[in-house]
């Protein structure tokens, strides 16, 4: 940890009317602690509640932040920066140095593997960013995504996060990218369709030829190019896969394994699923417990969410990938952003 090094660092607590200190200030301190970074921490100054003059509370004034606990850290040059989240600061000031063995070849995979099957995610996802840092990009849609967002910003290392933008979402997704945005106070990299590409394909087929001819051209052109393009600035990305989203396509996901459908910046692309051994009941109860936000489709019906026209809600009974391009085969129900790996043997 030495990114803190000529730093001066400020946490501001709240104090209520009452006396006593708010309940988030202590579960920041206690993390910070836990991280082993609250020596980090140059001093403490307090916001009490009902005295807006006090020092913390003029603080939240100067940096424009509704609440305790924030932080201050000031860059020695005269320059101040704030952060209203914790996990934030951790992961941009106090972020352990990746290790410097973060290659790792192909003959390696399978015992690696086997390995990081036995851990629970967190573990996985600790593991992958105390590697590949930044050079690991999360891939952001969904539920599962987010309980992944949540591990990583645990985690303290950084990390890189991304989502497609096929321009066909529902506005409900947009504001869910939105709410995660600034829940976690994290950058999301929002990757679009090559204009000029899904110009001519729209010229051609118009915007629904997927219901006659299949989904691949429309998910190649607005789905899988960009993200090509994308994971081709990374060495690995992380995504949310699990095995019993679709006993058809996803049956094997490993938790680590090489593309076989996308290359990285050097060439070969490690991609973690760290979730793959999780139900769908297990994802959902520790989305309940660590009241992590979800997009409100999934209070409507909707299990699997994509795009708004190749979208749509499940009964009672079905499964969760008979939501999406149920007019297709349930072999074919992927978009071309997983290789689909053979069993094992
Ligand atoms: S999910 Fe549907 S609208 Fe979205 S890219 Fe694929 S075919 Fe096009």
Redo the contacts with the bound molecule.
């Keep these: 940890m030495d990114s803190s090094a000529g730093l001066h660092v400020t946490m501001v607590k709240k104090r209520l009317a009452s006396g006593e200190t708010c309940r988030k200030c202590l579960q920041a301190e206690e993390m910070l602690r836990a991280r082993g970074a609250w020596s980090h921490i140059d001093q403490v100054v307090w916001a009490i509640e009902n005295e807006p003059e006090s020092a913390g509370m003029r603080l939240a004034r100067r940096h424009n932040i509704d609440a305790a606990p924030f932080f201050v850290v000031d860059e020695g040059n005269g320059a101040e920066v704030a952060y209203g989240s914790v996990l934030k600061l951790l992961q941009e000031r106090f972020a352990p140095t990746p290790s410097r063995n973060s290659h790792i070849e192909a003959g390696d995979i399978p015992a690696l593997e086997q390995e990081l099957s036995l851990r629970p995610p967190v573990e996985i996802v600790r593991w992958a960013l105390s590697r590949f840092g930044r050079d690991c990009g999360l891939a952001f849609s969904g539920a599962e995504d987010v309980v992944l967002i949540g591990m990583a910003l645990e985690s303290g290392h950084p990390f890189s996060l991304f989502c497609l933008d ?4 529902h506005p409900e997704t947009y504001r869910f990218i939105e709410r995660v945005r600034s829940h976690y106070g994290v950058e999301v990299e929002l990757l679009a369709p090559d204009t000029a590409a899904l110009q001519v394909f729209v010229r051609k087929k118009g915007l629904f ?2 219901y006659e001819d ?10 899988v190019e960009p993200l090509r393009r994308a994971l081709g600035g990374y060495r690995a990305w992380m995504t949310g896969q699990r095995r019993d989203q679709s006993p058809s396509t996803r049956a094997h996901v490993p938790v680590l394994q090489l593309d076989g459908a996308f290359a990285g910046r050097d060439g070969a692309l490690v991609k973690f699923n760290p979730l793959a051994n999780w139900s769908s009941a297990q994802t959902w109860a520790y989305i309940r417990e660590h009241d992590i936000p979800y997009n409100p489709l999934h209070e409507r019906g909707f299990m699997s969410i ?6 749509r809600a499940t009964h009672p009974g079905q499964h969760e990938r008979e939501g ?2 149920w007019w297709e085969d349930s072999t074919k129900k992927e ?1 071309g952003l997983h290789s689909v790996p053979p069993p094992k043997p």
């Excluded at 994509?306 to 979208?311: H, L, R």
């Design positions: 096929t321009g066909r979402l030829s997927f299949g989904h691949q051209e429309c998910c190649g052109v607005r789905k994509g795009c708004e026209p190749c979208t999406r391009w978009c």
